[in-house]
């Protein structure tokens, strides 16, 4: 049987007495410790029970007690069935929390097995008691009283309660668990029930040391403030309505094998991409700053507020729709839990622009995107965002004319402020906005980066299997199995095609392209585009001419549209949108420039009109498309930057263009109109952007002037000698990048920039900081340069050599750039497996950052005849143990955090240094306190992502020289256990910055405890 709502968690417990239950886990239950004593049950030695699950197994199940509460105190214990009571997949998902307002909530429920609903010969029977949840009534006695709606029941035959055997039994309120039945108070003649707030039962220790132990993925805790009971049902068509909407993916070039949908299961098709953040570490009691390169999921899960810079097509709405769609559903994985169950409010800035709002209020939220749902209840987006619960994704916001952004950002950051617990990922173009942006409002940067060789092999795996779904769809089946095998025979060749041409790589590096290239490989049968126009140009084709041929459908709607015809119609539609800064239009305005189109176009206005015209390119050339009721735009805005860019050439409109070339929304078409442009035509773009570069009033609007100049010489066909020296001679004469917002224009001009690039002599530490990491990202060309930097006489300066090793081929850059360089004062990070065994080829290194998956016999290679003063492991899920210390005594400073396999730290012992500074987690901490011996030699101690019950007096027995502990801690944090170490100095922190910490036990220490902010 599959479950459908969360009332099936309810269970009936048999112990001392008969009670009710909750399933936390289909085989945790949740009920009241009054149910239970010791021999409750014979032959027993200590408290047991057994629970049956009417909606699962129907054989009783005993069940072990893991932990009980006082019942005159906390009147709850936690079950541990020896088999699962319910099948995983029949659990629908639990939301759980306490009660936030003081107003009465309306259509709550308690579940249970009372005496009352007894029948037959006294067998068991469930009952649903309907009420109003009271939150002031049990204040002072720290209970929730519910309100029986109905008439209550009369007592039981011995004159008792009618409720007993409700004890337990789940209180609901909508469909997040609040608490469990206790009791039959007096004097109400059993119309209320009392219960005790899951809130309650949260805050005591061993409650939450248990569910650690038997739940670690636990949902979050959430905050129930809406008295409003019609929100709750509106919920749950809102998800539907989300997952409608966004779990469906339009894959580029599939909807040419044999059907009109090009709709895909999202999960079928997502890719997930890397991203680049800035990362703090800890060195000497100092914090750096380093990239930290993660899947960007991984990244997003500690990041509440985040702005997510992406290339046209990098995928950045891609991400928002899959983040959408699984938040709504419950259903993100264990890293991103933290966002299950939000509401999820997705504002396409595009829809903001053609609805003419910059500034929504919170009831314009849920109707942005148009959803499929009727209008909700009246207030319900201000209280899912007054309660902590909305998933804010706001997506291209460099759509919204440059004006409107500085507004837009204004009414971002004050609904944060009066929301401040509201999750939210802002996207955006790379130099849309600057790197400080919304910085004040607590965001943090993210750069989606580049497909990598292996993102490009699994994209062309991930879009051929989605392509190979469609074959499903044929009855006739060997026509099915030769396309299937004329798609594995596709894949094998794209893929190889793509290892042995770097051209072909390089113009795949975001999705968008890539899915481009793979459906026009398929279509061409393998002769594919060398330059990024050409590509554009070859998908125009497919779309627009031989689509329907292929097909075999002729004259679908009585029109016909050749390549030409198609793309003049279409590049009416691009340059209107470009000219007023719209990214959609409605219907009519469509209308009415194909119709001004058509007016030089005979042959198609004799065809129909400009509407069914409309409905012709809407239907058939896969290139507009309607994503709501008179809601009309391009399947991608570089598809419309292309066409506009083609209109302003043919339109003789280039001046037009250039009087723009300052505003950034322009310059994407100034860099594609450059390959629609001859000779003559393109000297005038160039030196129009020249002109203007050098009327620039400042450096600050010349760069992206110069930069964008640089760009258009780069891809236009010729370019004389003369013209293109002043490009690069302007470019040069700016100096060194001054911050990140110059380095990034000078690298998105990729390795052509670097004959300008100045050589590292000269150079202070912050300019030949701020070159060598744009090196990094310029690929192999730049390892020449790299080297050079490499010699620099600032370790600042090294260090960010060394960091680019991540993004480069490990065998070249550790002979070409590592190897000849000074490593003794400076930190080397390395993740991949062949970056650990080319080691050997590096002089002395200051310190080691090892993060992934490497066991001890993996590093004991890669580390062998090495000197070792600083180690860092991180990330590490192979690690089991730390033998390969033993061959490093010498080790002084030992970092390992995030290995929850490590079982084994007694080579800890072999470690010489007198004074060994160790910092760890709750998992090493805990294979340390496993081990025999104490550690003398540890006299600098770091615990990181403590909670109260981690530091206790074991730390005192193990490490018995301890002279600092350094702590960084969750919510709470009890020292008291430490009082007896008199010398010890201590110094606690939050996990992150402005995070608040309540510290029990502090009075014992005195001066010597430091609490950093």
Known sequence: MRLRSVEDRLVAVLAESQGSGVLLTPDLVLTSAHLLSVGCLPNVSRPQAVVIAPGGRTVPARCDVVWAGHPSRCDAALLRARHALIPEEGLAPLRWGAIATGQPVQACQVLGFPQVQRYGEDELEAVQVAGTLLPLSGLLRGRSVLRCDHHPPAPGPDGGSPWAGLSGGPLFTGPVLCGIASSDPMGWDHSSIDAIPLASIAEDAGFASALRHHWPDAPPFEEVRSSHPEDIAYEERYAKAVK???????????????????????????????????????????????????????????????????????????????????????????????????????????????????????????????????????????????????????????????????????????????????????????????????????????????????????????????????????????????????????????????????????????????????????????????????????????????????????????????????????????????????????????VRQLGLAMGGLRHVREQGSADQVLTHLLNRSGLLQERSTDVIQFIHRTFQDYLAAKEFRDNDSLDELLGHAAEEQWQDVIRLVIGHCGRSEARRVISGLLKAADEASDPEAEWPLRTLAAACAIG?????????????????????PRDGRESGFLASLGPDVLPILPEPEGLDADQGDRVARLLGSLGDSALPLLGRYGKHSSPQVRNSVASGWGFQHPGRYATEVLATMRLDDVGLHLSLPEQVSELRRLGPIRSLYIEQNHSSADLRRGLEGREVRELWLSGNSALCDLDFLRDHPEVEHLFVIGCPRLADTSALSALASPSLRLVMDSTGLGAVVSEAEALPQVTELGLSLLDHSTVNKQILRFFPNLALLRLIADESLDLSPLREAQTLQLEVAPPAPGGKLEVLGAEHFGDRLQIIP
């Open 716 to 736: 236009s066909a010729y370019v004389d000698d003369e013209l293109y020296d002043a490009v690069w001679n302007g470019l040069k004469a700016l100096g060194p």
């Open 244 to 590: 409608a909407r966004y779990s469906r993916l339009e894959i580029f070039g599939l909807d040419d094998l044999g059907s009109n949908e090009n709709s895909w299961d999202l999960d079928t098709a997502y890719l997930s991409l890397e991203a680049r953040a800035p990362r703090h570490t800890a060195d000497h009691g100092e914090h750096h700053t380093r990239p930290e390169t993660q899947r960007v999921e991984d990244l997003l899960a500690s990041r509440p507020r985040t702005v997510l810079r992406g290339e046209a097509g990098a995928g950045k709405t891609t991400l928002v729709w899959w983040l959408a769609s699984h938040a709504a559903c419950r259903t993100l994985p264990a890293k991103l839990s933290a966002l299950n169950g939000l509401v999820p409010f997705v504002v396409p800035m595009r829809s903001l622009a053609a609805q003419g709002i910059v500034t929504p209020t919170p009831d314009r939220l849920p109707t942005i995107a148009q959803l499929p749902v009727e209008d909700p209840p009246s207030g319900w987006a201000g209280r899912v965002l007054e309660s902590g619960r909305a998933l804010l994704l706001v997506d291209g916001l460099d759509e919204l004319p440059q004006p409107d952004r500085a507004p837009a950002r204004r009414w971002l950051a004050e609904l944060l402020r009066l929301h401040p617990r509201t999750r939210c990922l802002v996207t955006v173009r790379p130099l849309a906005v600057a790197d400080s942006w919304l910085e004040s409002e607590g965001f943090e940067e993210l750069l989606l980066l580049p497909m990598s060789d292996t993102d490009i092999q699994a994209f062309v795996g991930a879009w051929h299997r989605a392509a190979r779904l469609e074959c499903e769809r044929f009855t006739d089946a060997p026509h099915a199995r030769r396309q299937r095998g004329r798609l594995d025979s596709l894949e094998r060749d794209l893929a190889q095609e793509f290892e042995r041409n770097a051209t072909l790589r390089d113009l795949a590096r975001t999705p968008l392209l890539c899915a481009v290239i793979c459906a026009l490989h398929r279509r061409r049968s393998g002769l594919l585009p060398r330059t990024r126009w050409d590509l554009y140009r070859a998908a125009l084709a497919m779309l627009l001419g031989g689509r329907d041929d292929y097909r075999r459908i002729h004259k679908p709607e009585g029109i016909t549209l050749d390549v030409d015809d198609g793309q003049q119609l279409l590049q009416r539609i691009a340059v209107w949108l470009v000219r007023n800064g719209r990214v959609e239009l409605s219907r009519e305005q469509a």
